[in-house]
Nanobody
Framework: QVQLVESGGGLVQPGGSLTLHCTAS????????VAWFRQAPGKEREGVSC????????WYAAFVQGRFSISRDGGKNTVSLRMSGLGPEDTAVYYC????????????????WGQGTQVTVSS
């Protein structure tokens, strides 16, 4: 059983940057695909990025357009999402999730979820 806790959300101005962290307990994240999802009010949860999903390469949603970067820190058992060039359309609750390695980066493929962290992009 893996427990996931997100941190790093907050309020940022348009064009700004934030780094989200997903810290795990109960097992090592090295054994899992780890993904970031987001859900804006009134919208479905959507995939943002994933490490060790599908073919093992890092995956990013089309709307990321080079603005985000996912990384792992094995020593801290953490997966981070560095976000830059943020716009109001990026406002959402961001969730991290874990699944067996090489799972697809879809909501229904994830086995474990964190509680989410709010990201608000506003001036």
């Amino acid at each position: 059983q893996v427990q996931l806790v997100e941190s790093g959300g907050g309020l940022v101005q348009p064009g700004g940057s934030l780094t989200l962290h997903c810290t795990a307990s109960g097992d090592t994240l090295a054994a899992y695909a780890v993904a970031w999802f987001r859900q804006a009010p009134g919208k479905e949860r959507e995939g943002v990025s994933c490490t060790l999903c599908s073919d093992g390469a890092s995956w990013y949603a089309a709307f990321v357009q080079g603005r985000f970067s996912i990384s792992r820190d094995g020593g801290k058992n953490t997966v981070s999402l560095r976000m830059s060039g943020l716009g109001p359309e990026d406002t959402a609750v961001y969730y991290c999730a874990a699944a067996p390695r090489y799972s697809d980066p879809y909501v229904n493929d994830m086995h474990y979820w964190g509680q989410g962290t709010q990201v608000t992009v506003s001036s």
